[in-house]
């Protein structure tokens, strides 16, 4: 009988972490540091490096599927591990900037956090694919999380098996929303407030 402690083990607190990360991002998201009485600049720095770190996610994924068809399993297992620190990475520099800037809204060209009339017919039906991709962006990015992490333990516990089945889902969306990532910065970026 295979012993699948290490799998147990971890269940429990992959369910737990899946659940606290976007319920601790969604409050950290609505809280700005300027109502706490603290005087912070906007991390405006941070969108186009947390971007470019999306786009290196999304590399780094696709590097570590080839290391592993080609039978490089410890290449594998090293950019694996190097896609989850990036992952974790962007999500720290994402609320650390969203801590400190309000929200930008899509269309705004003028910077004034209204989107006026003139605005929203500029930029038209682009306006509803910008949100189609944000939408399942954010969705996804949710999802991803315990998909991941599963799939992450079932390589440690070496139950390769159930780690081909479960990467078979979760490598597709995680690179979808590593480069939706990237895409949303770029289709967002000219209308940020410098």
Do not use: C
């Amino acid at each position: 009988m295979e012993d699948h402690s290490l799998e147990k083990k971890y269940n429990k607190l992959i369910i737990a972490v899946s659940i606290v990360i976007p319920v601790v991002v969604a409050i950290l998201f609505g809280v700005k540091l300027k109502d706490f009485g603290f005087d912070v600049e906007p991390l405006s720095i941070l969108p186009p490096i947390y971007a470019t770190t999306n786009g290196i996610t999304a590399v780094v994924l696709v590097a570590a599927v080839i290391a592993i068809k080609k039978g490089n399993q410890k290449v594998h297992e090293r950019l694996m591990t190097f896609a989850i620190a990036l992952s974790l990475a962007f999500l720290v520099m994402y609320v650390a900037y969203h801590m400190t800037a309000d929200s930008t809204k899509f269309g705004d060209s003028n910077h004034d956090g209204i989107l006026d009339a003139v605005e929203s017919a500029k930029v038209g039906s682009l306006r509803l694919i910008y949100f189609v991709i944000l939408i399942t962006h954010i969705i996804l990015s949710i999802a991803i999380i315990p998909l991941v992490l599963f799939t992450y333990v079932r390589a440690l516990a070496q139950r390769f098996d159930k780690h081909r089945k479960i990467a078979k889902i979760t490598f597709p969306i995680w690179l979808y929303v590593a480069v939706t990532g990237v895409i949303v910065f770029l289709m967002i970026s000219p209308y940020y407030a410098h």
